[in-house]
């Protein structure tokens, strides 16, 4: 249900947010049944908009024929004898256009059909087009100083409004931010139902999800800050990574800081996991790869080289 005020509307979603916010603080609300509540309530939504193409393409054709059967009884006495009348009139006349009309359709619909094939051939060939799903504890396990960096980073901005932190549990990145700044701005994301958990205990607002995921629902230029690290980022096809950086800049607010925590590929070589999953999904890109797409994108930004083999891409909105 929906009301027509905007500002009943806006009133009523800062008021759930809110009490979210005080349930997710308090630690009743833990991001795993978070996580369940939502795919329950997500079953229960009726899809009105999102209709099979198949289906909706078989009621255009079922209807694309045009009847020159006009029907002519009428109740009224008289109108029918002048329904027959301009029927026989203007029958050479109707039949010509709804001949013309009926080809056309016939014509649309088997194009349609055509370009409906073509686009399943292409997504079949191209595979799936989302980020992979990596085990939660595929990690880098970079050392303090990297964590040092990203917190007087983006503490340093003095962000009033809402800045995310992807896997957050890394060298306590969001407990520090959350001390630095605001609780209730700083946040983070993760794909570790464990560790989502225990950051929610700690009294840390911690959400469950997949980082693409989660860009996806952010709304333009509504964050102060965003910090991009771990396999996800990383360990993806290039055109996941380039896909994440658009979604995280487009959330940025005008003069926001993202701030990308990426490694070099012979990082790799710190384990074996590490090594197979760049091998199935994709490897880490060289610090170059990141400045240069960044750049190319018309985007202010900078990198600086945190260990031998660990660097950090800053982008100012």
Not at 4 to 19: M, T
């Amino acid at each position: 249900m929906t009301t027509r005020d905007p500002e009943a509307a806006g009133f009523i979603e800062r008021e759930l947010d809110a009490e979210l916010a005080k349930l997710r603080r308090s630690g009743a609300l833990p991001p795993s049944r978070e996580r369940m509540l939502h795919d329950l309530s997500s079953e229960l939504i009726p899809d009105l908009g999102n209709e099979p193409f198949e289906n909706r393409l078989a009621r255009v054709e079922a209807s694309s024929y045009l009847d020159l059967a006009v029907p002519t009884a009428s109740r009224k006495p008289g109108l029918s004898l002048i329904k027959r009348g301009l029927k026989a009139g203007m029958h050479w006349y109707l039949n010509y256009l709804v001949q013309q009309l009926n080809n056309f359709s016939y014509e649309l619909i088997g194009l349609l059909e055509g370009v409906d094939a073509r686009i399943e051939a292409l997504e079949r060939a191209g595979g799936p087009r989302s980020a992979p799903a990596l085990p939660p504890r595929v990690s880098f396990d970079d050392p303090d100083l990297v964590t040092d960096h990203l917190v007087s980073l983006v503490a340093g901005e003095h962000p009033s409004a809402p800045v995310l932190v992807t896997e957050p549990a890394r060298g306590d990145a969001l407990l520090r931010l959350s001390r630095q700044i605001d609780p209730d701005l700083v946040y983070g994301v993760t794909s570790d139902p464990e560790e989502a958990d225990r950051l929610s205990a700690a009294g840390l607002d911690a959400r469950l999800s997949a980082t693409s995921r989660h860009l996806e629902r952010l709304a333009p230029q509504s964050h102060a800050a965003i910090v991009l690290r771990g396999a996800e980022i990383e360990l993806t096809p290039s055109f996941v990574k380039e896909a994440i950086l658009d979604l995280a800049y487009a959330a940025l607010s005008p003069g926001g800081t993202l701030a990308i925590l990426h490694h070099e590929p012979s990082a790799l070589e710190r384990s074996g996991t590490l090594r197979a999953w760049a091998a199935v999904e994709g490897s880490p890109w060289p610090a170059g790869s990141w400045t240069a797409v960044c750049q190319r994108s018309g985007w202010k930004a900078a990198t600086r080289r945190l260990s031998i083999d660990t660097y950090c891409t800053t982008v100012t909105a």
